[in-house]
């Protein structure tokens, strides 16, 4: 199974990228994790912002590849402890499909991006920039990995 991060959003800080890259070494072996950056739409006064969504939704579907189990990170998703994200890591390899999440722009996801997700992933009631969006969703594919097996990397 192969995993790719599908996220609106070009030139993260340093320590971001330098962040997601030590997490993505140590999947390499257990879940590999493929990053694919969307342009984000153009905002700004004067702009329809609507059009913004729905272009980076566009964008979004056209780098999905075919059967692949889709999970939008979305604030009215589901919570996931890091155990529950264990078992569900767990499903998706027993599923043979790879899966793909998804980090939207600064106002979410298009509809058609909802729509095509076969789940939805809240990662709780905070409101987290995109950009740490990527390192947390990374670190916790890491701790779900450690969990499974059985490395001790998560003390819970």
Do not use: C, N
């Not at 340093?14 to 962040?19: C, I, L, N, P, T």
């Not at 059967?67 to 994200?85: N, P, Y």
């Not at 969006?133 to 499974?148: H, K, M």
């Amino acid at each position: 199974m192969r995993a790719r991060l599908i996220a609106v959003g070009e030139r993260m800080p340093s320590w971001v990228a330098e962040g997601f890259a030590e997490y993505r070494k140590r999947l390499s072996h257990e879940l590999p994790l493929e990053l694919i950056e969307i342009k984000p739409g153009t905002r700004g006064k004067g702009r329809d912002d609507a059009k913004a969504i729905l272009d980076e939704g566009a964008a979004i579907l056209a780098a999905m590849p075919r059967d692949t189990h889709v999970v939008a990170l979305d604030g009215r998703g589901k919570a996931w402890s890091s155990e529950d994200l264990g078992q569900q890591l767990e499903q998706w390899r027993m599923s043979g499909r790879d899966i793909a999440f998804l980090i939207g722009g600064p106002d979410g996801h298009a509809p058609d991006v909802l729509a095509r997700a076969d789940q939805r992933w809240s990662l709780g009631p905070l409101t987290l920039p995109h950009m740490l969006v990527r390192l947390v969703l990374a670190e916790q594919l890491y701790r779900a990995t450690t969990l499974l097996s059985g490395h001790p990397y998560h003390r819970a």
